[in-house]
């Protein structure tokens, strides 16, 4: 490469970089910081400060068959009655630990709130790409409105945790690095 060739790459190089930064750089790190957030959520059940949430509801309920989402679903009625006194079969299922034990029957995480039941909410959350930017946050309302009332009653937990912000600012230097030298390499 001569030294016509390597400013001509020079020249180019802040239109390749913002053209390339979205796709090479933010995505890819705005994705790992949306992957931690989650984890965080679901497998440790820590919010954006990193307390850690109150345990789910012991107050004793009547659950009907919608609220399953596996054939755990044994109508029921106190003390494992089938059947009501009147010979009609019950329609609900009583939980003594109330909705603490509509998880447990269900193989849901208990011992501490991870804001996973169905996995609706987790799925609507990701990344929306925008002009040189990456938006995140929840693509259904349902969602947007569910994630409201958690974090009113437990504290925020879908903003990132100065921790994920570290972590994002890093993997976004080091991938812009690896930008730059592919771009001034001529390998972009």
Do not use: C, H, W
């Not at 693509?139 to 569910?146: Q, V």
Request: net charge positive; charged share 25%; no cysteine.
């Amino acid at each position: 490469m001569n030294l016509e060739q390597y400013i001509t790459i020079l020249n180019d190089l802040p239109a390749k970089v913002e053209n390339a930064a979205i796709e090479a750089v933010i995505l890819p790190a705005a994705n790992v910081m949306l992957a931690s957030i989650i984890n965080r959520n679901v497998n440790e059940g820590l919010n954006s400060d990193g307390s850690k949430r109150g345990g789910y509801s012991t107050k004793p309920m009547y659950a009907s068959r919608s609220q399953f989402i596996t054939k755990a679903f044994t109508p029921q009625g106190k003390g494992g009655k089938r059947v009501k006194d009147n010979g009609q079969p019950y329609k609900t299922e009583y939980l003594a630990r109330g909705y603490q034990e509509l998880r447990q029957k269900q193989g849901r995480e208990i011992a501490f709130k991870n804001y996973e039941y169905t996995g609706d909410m987790f799925l609507a959350f990701g990344l929306a790409p925008a002009e040189n930017a990456v938006n995140m946050g929840f693509r259904t309302e349902k969602a947007s409105i569910i994630r409201k009332s958690l974090e009113a009653k437990n504290g925020v937990a879908f903003k990132p945790s100065q921790g994920e912000i570290n972590a994002y600012k890093t993997e976004v230097t080091e991938r812009l690095g690896k930008l730059q030298k592919d771009i001034l390499l001529g390998v972009v």
